[in-house]
């Protein structure tokens, strides 16, 4: 990996047929079926440039991901926007889904403490294009006009149809407020539209999946609150017309993921908490999905490791939730 992270070179994979569809995995990035893993190392050292930043993508096959069919993709990489610096910290957070709707799905890098056109630390993204060999070459996404010296753009991203409408959308969240772009996209230009969210002020966290069934990702953005440390969400989901806002007032925690935990055909929202009011150690919840959302009438079930099966038991700073992923594991 060391040996890879100073080259900075995309290891070629077979190339695969001619993708016509949009790509039937989000994480599928060199379109032969298989989903892909792809790991931010914000921390990597590239080039002898401390905490530059990489990733790493290991790509699927039959029997799983293989560290043998691997890419350590940087800034240095051929065909990817700015270089390796240090303190760059390429990587800091990912998403991915087919921006371009070519069959293969793209990756979305934040590269939190990137300087650009003489402002120092403001924040980037680069989207990496997938196609038949992998993830190759690249574009930035737009930046904000007032994006002059607050920093912290692209803390979070998140990849999905937030309309509806067969495209894939992209949020952005900063400091001074979040961003959307509407697809479809382009390997040129901008995307169809872009516009900022101000309600939502400024933001770190988000996270999109589809609650309400209806086949457009709400997107749950996560917020602090003074003498609430559990914080609250505020959802957006689209009507067919427009996104409505609803805030999540008793819904604790900073990080979640979305999955239909119980199969009734609607996306569940769990959230991860480690907060002074959840239980010691950290926990997670369960907000189960409904036709307009997060049902009110069902109970959110609260699980951590003083739970009756789960592994160890709850301890100060365990951290458990700091970070959740949904997914059907067993295949049932």
């Known amino acids: 990996l060391a040996a890879a992270l100073t080259t900075g070179l995309l290891t070629a994979l077979p190339a695969s047929s001619a993708a016509a569809a949009p790509a039937r995995y989000a994480d599928d990035f060199n379109g032969d079926g298989y989903r892909d893993v792809a790991v931010g190392a914000a921390g990597a050292v590239v080039a002898g440039k401390q905490t530059a930043g990489a990733v790493v993508v290991l790509y699927g096959s039959p029997s799983g991901p293989s560290a043998a069919r691997r890419a350590v993709i940087t800034q240095n990489s051929p065909g990817v926007p700015g270089a390796a610096e240090e303190g760059d910290q390429f990587g800091a957070a990912l998403t991915s889904g087919d921006l371009d709707g070519d069959g293969y799905a793209d990756l979305v890098v934040s590269s939190l403490n990137e300087s650009l056109g003489g402002h120092d ?9 997938g196609g038949a060999s992998g993830l190759s070459g690249g574009a930035r996404v737009p930046q904000p006009d007032w994006l002059t010296e607050s920093g912290g753009y692209a803390t979070g991203l998140a990849a999905a149809d937030f309309d509806g409408d067969g495209d894939t959308d992209l949020t952005v969240t900063s400091r001074p407020t979040t961003r959307v772009f509407e697809g479809p996209w382009k390997r040129t230009g901008a995307p169809k539209v872009e516009y900022d969210i101000d309600e939502l002020g400024a933001t770190q966290t988000v996270f999109a999946g589809d609650l309400s069934g209806d086949g457009a990702a709400e997107r749950l953005y996560p917020f602090g609150f003074d003498g609430d440390e ?39 929202l769990v959230l991860g908490d480690i907060s002074r009011g959840a239980h010691r150690g950290g926990e997670i919840t369960v907000r189960y999905g409904g036709p307009t959302g997060p049902a009110p009438a069902r109970t959110p079930t609260t699980v951590h490791q003083d739970t009756a099966g789960v592994p160890g038991k709850g301890e100060s700073d365990d951290c458990f939730g700091c970070a959740v992923g949904v997914g059907d594991i067993d295949g049932d």
């Open 121 to 129: 630390g403001i924040g980037t993204a680069t989207i990496l294009w």
């Open 230 to 268: 559990g914080g609250a969400i505020r959802y957006l989901r689209w009507t067919g017309t427009g996104y409505e806002r609803t805030d999540l007032d008793t819904a604790d925690g900073d990080q979640g993921s979305i999955g239909d935990i119980d199969g009734d055909g609607y996306g569940d």
